[in-house]
T-cell receptor, first 112, second 113 residues
Framework: GAGVSQSPSNKVTEKGKDVELRCDPI?????LYWYRQSLGQGLEFLIY??????PDKSGLPSDRFSAERTGGSVSTLTIQRTQQEDSAVYLC???WGAGELFFGEGSRLTVL | GQSLEQPSEVTAVEGAIVQINCTYQ??????LSWYQQHDGGAPTFLSY????GLEETGRFSSFLSRSDSYGYLLLQELQMKDSASYFC??????????????FGRGTQLTVWP
């Protein structure tokens, strides 16, 4: 597709389980971002990848969160030992470098 | 930390003009963006100001004053479809790429008929 694709769109998991969220950016975009949006809240910066540079992980809330980007394209956000406060919509965005962000529809995570 | 303040809610009637303000305190400043998000949807880009002044794009305009750490989004001739959340976002990294972008909590705009 032409846009940013995220999967799954919805994920329900039990507390303590690990989850993986996937993001397929727009082809050719060199930058990829992950944000977290809790109910009625703003977009919380998590991590940023730019080309082949080391990612900026300064927004990750704990060491339970990690992300990787393979081949400069697809990215996976992993949350280990999920907690109820991790429930949120996880948004991925990509950019060609200095331009606007293009967001996906998000992955809604519910931790029971 | 990074701080962006904007009103939580604004209401207006169709055809009116509304202004959504954003003040920021960030580790760096290299531009202010605005994004629109309809319920359950993906945020979409509206405008970007790197320099002081007014940028106009159709019914929407955005203003920046770097000396006041302040900007606003102006929506004219409001339509029902403009009901959405509006987020300001600050670019904090210098360089040829966008770098980190920090968002405010968003302003929920409700347009009444």
């Amino acid at each position: 597709g032409a846009g940013v694709s995220q999967s799954p769109s919805n994920k329900v998991t039990e507390k303590g389980k690990d989850v993986e969220l996937r993001c397929d950016p727009i082809s050719g975009h060199t930058a990829l971002y992950w944000y977290r949006q809790s109910l009625g809240q703003g977009l919380e910066f998590l991590i940023y990848f730019q080309g082949n540079s080391a990612p900026d992980k300064s927004g990750l809330p704990s060491d339970r969160f990690s992300a990787e980007r393979t081949g400069g394209s697809v990215s996976t956000l992993t949350i280990q030992r999920t907690q109820q406060e991790d429930s949120a919509v996880y948004l991925c965005a990509s950019s060609w470098g200095a331009g606007e962000l293009f967001f996906g529809e998000g992955s809604r995570l519910t931790v029971l | 930390g990074q701080s962006l303040e904007q009103p939580s809610e604004v209401t207006a009637v169709e055809g009116a003009i509304v202004q959504i303000n954003c003040t920021y305190q960030t580790s760096g400043f290299y531009g202010l963006s605005w994004y629109q998000q309809h319920d359950g949807g993906a945020p979409t880009f509206l405008s970007y100001n790197a320099l002081d002044g007014l940028e106009e794009t159709g019914r929407f305009s955005s203003f920046l004053s770097r000396s006041d750490s302040y900007g606003y989004l102006l929506l004219q001739e409001l339509q029902m479809k403009d009901s959405a959340s509006y987020f300001c976002a600050v670019r904090v990294d210098r360089g040829s790429t966008l770098g980190r972008l920090y968002f405010g909590r968003g302003t929920q705009l409700t347009v009444w008929p």
